[in-house]
Every structure is written in structure tokens, then in C-alpha cells.
């Protein structure tokens, strides 16, 4: 059979549009966000919404639909003070806090919904989500968080004032006078960058002045690809790293004194 | 129609498939206002009685970049939409039958190229799209495979849409959105300009759906067919061709660059009745 220029131009006009009046009839036609989150499909929470899957799309109302927390809860938790909380929009964190050293958004909903809510989270995947420090209160006062979760708001909590907490972070002079990123009301943070953490290089030590010596001495070995991160050498030659650590810290607390 | 030594020869024939043009900028308003209708209805305003739809919902590339998530875990990368999958069905199903049709008639970034070359067209006049040389443009030709692997690699192990920080279509349709990453506009002003000099240089050398759907050009059903019989070899089809086919040096089209546009076809630039021709059947 052959075609022409207008059949060919009806053929996929019709198929285009007909295929899709099919789909829609069928209900498979959907251009937007439902605003539901994937569901648990097994296990304990198995039926019930997965915070990991709220969207930026969605609004304080969107999640307080999914979830049992109000929008009140969460526009006290982020410090959202005008307007209707039901109608803000999650992606408007990263604006109103985009001067923070360390991104408050989407990420952060998700974290204190299922912190807030008591469901599953992978905190894996949560290393670089931080909270407000008015989320931490409010995840605090609740007091459901065990011993894991209670030890992550820990360490990720932007205060006003200091960096996101860290156990091992010392109250080193530096770490208190260095320069604070003036954001919003919500979070003055001061960046510390002397602190040893699961991202730290050996570059950024080199660079912090401890010497290539006594790196080599500590890890027994010979400076490797200084852009290696320390957690993943450690991991690599079977290493804890948090024995070493310490020492490293140790190491650069004796140069920036 | 003359009849001259025994051949039917058009004299007097179209210099394009016009109802292709049609057909393209029709898709590209609708895209458009769909597009601007969505930031309307965003920002609590927008167009009565027209429909409002996220970009990404309307791209059947989102359905093959979430493609390996949905069959892993049956969750779709975030902002992609179940729309998208019975767009990638849809276009899977038009390129089984057509090729890559969805390119050479439907695509707005297509279509948006087609439009600058016309400027190219006309004041580079036999330069134009041969400004490639031939050994690096058979090369280059593949490049748009190494981009389809890298988006489906990237997709597939972030669960992101990251793509989208690159794609030329978004950058088109969002320019005025914050949404829109840098890279994405300066592919799009890239490909603009070169769209100048090269006939589609997005759609040669970058596009990962064309990549795609150039695939089902190996096996498609109705396929652009030349008669050896009635052909008089002038090379005109070839020289027309926007992908740079060489038309007359083949009797079945299976390159996987042919966008089904066409343009080489006897009702459009070849002079011979039924000697070039789009059929499922074969020719003498």
C-alpha cells in the first residue's frame, strides 16, 4: 500500500489524538502531579503513603492530605509565618532559603514528615538534608524519634548561629567567628569548615594545612588520589573510619590552633 | 503531468510537502499554549477552555527515560507522568508503522529548526548543510546514541529527571521559567544558530528520542521505496534530503537518520511519477 503526504498527515493526527481520547477513556491520561505519594507495598507501613515520594510540586495542603501532620505543623516547622500554610508550595523553600549554606527544601519536608509521622525513611540517602532548628524543636517536643533518628537531627539541624550540628564538631574559635551567611530568620548559619565529616577529602585536609607526612602516617599508607573522600579510603582498606577519624581531627585541630 | 519518452514528468511541481508544515506548526501553537497555559494556571490565572499540562508530561522521551525505573520499581522519575508513557507507546506504534514520523512532522523543536534553516536557505543558498565534512558527519551521525545510553544511565541510577538540565525542548517551551537550567537555553541558542548552517543539527547529532526512533527505521512498515526502473538518477531526491540521505543510491530507505518527512518523494522534489515513493509494498 502507498501513501500519500495527507493521508499520512490524517493517519498520525488520528492515531496521535485517537491514542490518547483511549488512554484518558481508560484512565491512563495524566498530565499532572495527583499530589498522592507512591504507598508502602509491604511490611508494617504496607497501604500507607511514603514520604520519600512528596513532591516539590506539592503544598503544605498536598502533604497534610497524605500524611497526619497539619499544614499549621509544617509552616511552624519551617518557619513559613504569611499566607495560607495549606497553599505553599514546597519548592518555595529553596527560595526563601537559598542563602543557606545548607539546602533546606524538599529534602527537609520529607525528612520531618517521616520523623513527624514515625514512617520509614532511608537516612542513607538523607546525608545532605537538614532541618530548621524549628522543625528539630517541634520533632523534639513530639518525642517519638528513637535513638537513630534523635542522633540524626542531631548532626543535621541548621541553628541560628552555628552550622549544622555535628558531635564531633569543635567549638573551635574558628567555628564561632567565622562569617555567618545571613538568610532568612530562620537560619544563620556559620560555615565551620575544619570538621572532619563522611564528605571530607584528603585534599581539603591538605589544603586545611595538615601535612602529607602525617596524613601517611596515620592511614599507614601513601597519600592517595587526594580527591579520594577519607570514609570511602577507609572503607577501601577495610579501615574504621570512625577510629580514624578522630586521630585525622586531631591532626587538623593541631594546625588551626 | 507531461508525458515525455514514455515517463509521466511533473513540470510544474510543489517544492515542499506543505501539509507537513501544517501539520508541524500546528503542533508547535499547541505545545505553546499548553505550555504558557500551565504558567498561567501556576501563577492562579490561565486560558479558559485550554488544557493545562506540565512539559514533561507532553514528551514521550520522559516515558523512555523513567522507562527502566517503571519496570524496576513501578514508580515513575519525578516529574514525569503517566501521560508520557502513552506518548512513548503512542510514538512506538507510529514508528513501527511510519519511522521516525514523529520527527519530520509532529516535534516542535523539529519544527523550530526547520524554521531557522529556511533563513540558511536562503542566503547560503547550495552552502548550506554541507558545511559538515562528510568522514565527521558519519561520525558525528552516532553521537546521538552515546547521548540516548548516557540519559537512560543517569535516569536510571538517580531517579531524576536530569536530562532536563540539558533538553533543548524544555529550554523552548520554559524559557521564561525559572525552572529552566542555563545549559538547557545555551543547547537551545547552540542549536538555533547552527540550525543556520545544518539542516536539524539537534535532531543528527544530539537527539536522544531520535535515536530512539531511528531504531525503527531498520523494520518499519511503510518506508520510502525507489524505483530503479523510472528513476532518472538525478540525485535531486539526495540533495533535498534534510538528514542528507542519499536517496538515489538505494531502493529502501533504512537509514536511521529518515525522519519520514517526505521531501524526497515524487510528489514533492522528484520530477518522475511513482518513482519515489512512501509504501509498504515493494517497487520495480
Not at chain 1, 189 to 214: C, H, M, N, R
Not at chain 2, 124 to 150: C, G, I
Not at chain 2, 246 to 265: A, F, G
Amino acid at each position: 500500500m502507498t501513501i500519500n503526504s495527507k493521508t499520512l498527515a490524517a493517519l498520525l493526527v488520528i492515531i496521535l489524538f485517537g491514542g490518547i481520547m483511549a488512554s484518558s477513556t481508560l484512565g491512563w491520561w495524566t498530565t499532572e502531579s495527583t499530589k498522592e505519594p507512591v504507598k508502602f507495598s509491604e511490611g508494617e507501613y504496607a497501604g500507607q503513603a511514603n514520604p520519600a515520594d512528596i513532591r516539590g510540586s506539592y503544598t503544605f495542603g498536598d502533604v497534610a492530605n497524605a500524611f497526619d501532620v497539619t499544614p499549621a505543623v509544617l509552616a511552624q516547622a519551617f518557619g513559613i509565618t504569611e499566607g495560607d500554610p495549606a497553599a505553599f508550595s514546597l519548592k518555595e523553600l529553596e527560595t526563601i532559603y537559598a542563602d543557606s549554606p545548607l539546602e533546606i527544601g524538599t529534602g527537609s519536608v520529607r525528612l520531618f514528615v517521616a520523623f513527624y509521622t514515625g514512617l520509614p525513611y532511608d537516612l542513607a540517602t538523607a546525608e545532605e538534608t537538614y532541618l530548621p532548628q524549628a522543625a528539630t524543636d517541634i520533632l523534639l517536643e513530639k518525642g517519638n524519634l528513637d535513638a537513630e533518628r534523635l542522633a540524626f537531627v542531631e548532626t543535621h539541624t541548621i541553628t541560628p548561629g552555628m552550622e549544622a550540628s555535628t558531635p564531633e564538631a569543635p567549638s573551635t574559635p574558628e567555628a564561632a567567628t567565622t562569617p555567618a551567611a545571613e538568610s532568612t530568620e530562620h537560619t544563620t548559619a556559620t560555615v565551620e569548615p575544619y570538621v572532619i565529616k563522611g564528605k571530607t577529602t584528603f585534599a581539603d585536609l591538605l589544603s586545611w594545612g595538615v601535612p602529607q607526612a602525617e596524613i601517611e602516617k596515620l592511614i599507614g599508607a601513601a597519600l592517595p588520589d587526594p580527591t579520594m573522600l577519607i570514609k570511602d579510603y577507609a572503607t577501601a582498606k577495610s579501615l574504621d573510619f570512625e577510629v580514624l577519624k578522630p586521630a585525622l581531627q586531631a591532626e587538623v585541630d593541631k594546625v588551626k590552633k | 503531468m507531461i508525458k515525455l519518452f514514455g515517463k509521466q514528468i511533473r513540470i510544474f511541481r510543489p517544492r515542499s510537502i506543505w501539509i507537513r508544515k501544517v501539520v508541524q506548526w500546528f503542533f508547535f501553537a499547541f505545545i505553546a499554549l499548553i505550555s504558557i497555559n500551565h504558567t498561567l494556571v501556576e501563577s492562579g490565572s490561565g486560558i479558559p477552555f485550554l488544557a493545562s499540562a506540565s512539559l514533561h508530561a507532553l514528551c514521550p522521551f520522559g516515558g523512555v527515560e523513567t522507562l527502566y525505573t517503571f519496570l524496576a520499581s513501578g514508580v515513575l522519575v519525578k516529574k514525569v507522568h503517566d501521560a508520557s508513557l502513552v506518548l512513548m507507546g503512542i510514538g512506538i506504534f507510529l514508528a513501527v508503522l511510519f519511522g521516525p514520523a514523529f520527527c519530520g512532522w509532529i516535534c516542535p523543536l523539529g519544527t523550530i529548526q526547520e524554521f531557522v534553516s529556511g533563513f540558511g536557505k536562503k542566503y547560503l543558498r547550495r552552502r548550506f548543510n554541507h558545511f559538515v565534512p562528510f568522514k565527521l558527519d558519519q561520525v558525528l551521525r552516532y553521537a546521538r546514541y552515546a547521548v540516548l545510553v548516557w540519559v537512560i544511565y543517569v535516569t536510571a541510577t538517580s531517579s531524576t529527571l536530569i536530562f532536563e538540565a540539558y533538553d533543548p525542548y524544555f529550554a523552548l517551551f520554559n524559557f521564561w521559567s525559572a525552572e529552566v537550567a542555563p545549559t538547557a537555553l545555551a543547547i537551545l541558542g547552540i542549536t538555533l544558530v547552527l540550525s543556520f548552517f545544518v539542516e536539524r543539527p539537534w535532531c543528527k547529532y544530539a537527539c536522544p528520542y531520535g535515536a530512539f526512533l531511528g531504531v525503527f527505521n531498520l523494520f518499519r512498515i511503510f518506508s520510502i521505496k525507489r524505483a530503479e526502473s523510472t528513476c532518472k538518477a538525478d540525485g535531486a531526491c539526495s540533495i533535498m534530503c534534510p538528514m542528507n540521505i542519499q536517496v538515489d543510491t538505494k531502493t529502501v530507505i533504512r537509514d536511521h537518520q529518515c525522519i519520514s518527512c517526505l521531501e524526497c518523494t515524487s510528489e514533492a522534489i522528484c520530477p518522475v511519477a511513482k518513482t519515489v515513493i512512501f509504501t509498504s509494498g515493494s517497487v520495480k
